[in-house]
């Protein structure tokens, strides 16, 4: 029997019922603990204005530790016949303590409930992102200090351009991290506050105290309006699909990169045999698959903002049904995201760099601006200099010695010589700060 149902018999239709209920079970059981947590704040709330008993909620904070321990330790599921996770948890608290389990509804819908469920869950989820984040980003900044002296030829549109670096490359990788969890810092200020106490989007006759509820569940704030704290159903979930977009989308590019850079015809770096995989035919390949796999994991991730955008929009005030989609968007995407993040941290872990690339005569055309530079230091003018170094390279007579570069008196912040990670590190731990408090 549903806990909205008056009497027996006066449920849906099995259709409509298997319709609408979904793929729901399957992810929430991914909020049970969080649907706990949120029961909790709520009953002490409920006892602090008087609408629970003392001897109530000791029966019921006791029964609700109970049922966490059984979600922590993997001994709660959702049995046939309960409609969601906030009814099993009713349902399995009355069945420990009695009557005093059916009060825990009160002063409250299933609407902020599974409201407040998702931005615990979220919460904690961004924890998780920015904790492998930190990881991965330190792995980069690691290998760009190790390998800052290692040369490697510097493209754009795919065509030679000018010398790089390594410490460079991987420098380069680890401060994008930085700009995508500045984003993730949006996406948590738009989630981390209170919606419970809203009700169904039009708050309660109860005397409800929703400032205790938003200090003792840990959110910055509160959604104030009852009404825009339905409208807000959506609007988190969009934000942080946005941050993990930024995420995914430096993830893709690396691992574009890192597919070019093991081809022959690059030959930059290469991986242990145990972490590429072969072929059936052809016994000489050994192919980046996880790369591969990260590049469309991440390129499907990318995707996420405009489904969840489309799901959510034309939508009037008040809650609707199609909110519940968002969670089988959302949630598998995240577990993709950390995994991607993991698995580009092993392979980092286990690179090996190519030893002196630049040495090869088919890249000396990227010291054509250093020598144009150095004309210009010894006093002519630019274009002089541009053209003088172009006619030379048109008539193949361009001759250059990388190992006679010379390094700037005063390299500028960034460059190939001045990496500044320490100030890139310093950039992360200010974001960081705000997201692993």
């Known amino acids: 029997m549903k806990i909205w149902q008056k009497k027996d018999g006066s449920g849906s239709n099995d259709m409509v019922e298997k319709f609408t209920v979904g793929r729901d079970k399957e992810f929430d059981i991914m909020l049970a603990e969080y649907d706990v947590i949120g029961s909790i704040a709520h009953v002490k709330m409920l006892q602090s204005v008087g609408l629970l008993s003392e001897n109530d909620l000791t029966m019921i904070l006791h029964g609700l530790e109970e049922i966490k321990t059984d979600i922590q330790n993997g001994n709660f599921t959702i049995e046939e016949g309960a409609e969601?996770?906030?009814?099993?948890?009713?349902?399995?608290?009355?069945?420990k303590i009695g009557d005093a389990g059916k009060k825990i509804h009160s002063g409250r819908?299933?609407?902020?409930?599974?409201?407040?469920d998702i931005k615990l869950y979220?919460?904690?989820r961004i924890h998780d992102i920015a904790t492998e984040v930190q990881s991965l980003f330190n792995a980069l900044i690691a290998l760009s200090n190790e390998h800052k002296d290692k040369g490697l030829p510097g493209?754009?549109?795919?065509?030679?351009?000018?010398?790089?670096?390594?410490g460079l490359w991987f420098g380069a990788y680890a401060e994008s991290l930085v700009d995508d969890l500045e984003m993730m810092v949006g996406a948590k200020n738009i989630i981390n506050k209170n919606p419970l106490g809203s009700g169904a989007g039009y708050g309660s006759s109860f005397p409800l105290n929703r400032t205790l509820t938003t200090e003792l569940l840990e959110f910055d704030t509160l959604n104030w309006n009852v009404v825009n704290a339905q409208m807000a159903r959506g609007k988190g979930e969009?934000?942080?699909?946005?941050a993990m977009s930024f995420i995914?989308?430096?993830l893709a590019k690396l691992s574009m990169d890192c597919c070019l850079y093991m081809n022959e015809h690059f030959g930059f770096i290469s991986f242990p045999e145990e972490l590429t995989t072969g072929s059936s035919i052809m016994p000489h390949k050994r192919n980046p698959d996880v790369f591969e796999l990260i590049r469309g994991k991440c390129n499907r991730i990318q995707s996420l903002p405009n489904e969840l955008n489309l799901l959510c929009t034309n939508l009037p005030s008040g809650y609707h049904r199609e909110m519940q989609l968002t969670k089988?968007?959302?949630f598998p995407a995240i577990e993709d995201l950390i995994f991607c993040i993991q698995m580009t941290h092993?392979?980092?872990?286990?690179?090996k760099i190519k030893e002196d690339i630049l040495n090869d005569q088919k890249y000396k055309f990227l010291f054509t601006v250093d020598v144009v530079n150095q004309m210009v230091v010894a006093g002519i003018p630019f274009r002089d200099a541009y053209k003088t170094i172009g006619n030379q390279v048109a008539e193949g007579t361009f001759r250059h010695d990388p190992d006679t570069s010379a390094v700037p008196a005063s390299p500028h912040e960034g460059s190939i010589y001045r990496l500044c990670n320490d100030e890139i590190r310093i950039e992360m731990d200010k974001v960081l700060k705000k997201l692993l408090r």
């Not at 969601?84 to 399995?92: F, G, L, N, T």
């Not at 493209?155 to 390594?166: D, N, R, V």
């Open 248 to 250: 995914a989308s430096t």
């Open 155 to 166: 493209y754009t549109h795919l065509q030679l351009a000018m010398p790089s670096s390594f």
């Open 109 to 116: 819908s299933r609407n902020d409930q599974v409201a407040v």
């Open 122 to 124: 979220l919460r904690a």
């Open 328 to 330: 089988e968007i959302l």
């Open 84 to 95: 969601d996770i906030h009814s099993q948890v009713e349902a399995s608290l009355t069945k």
């Open 238 to 242: 969009r934000a942080l699909a946005s």
């Open 346 to 351: 092993l392979m980092l872990d286990n690179i």
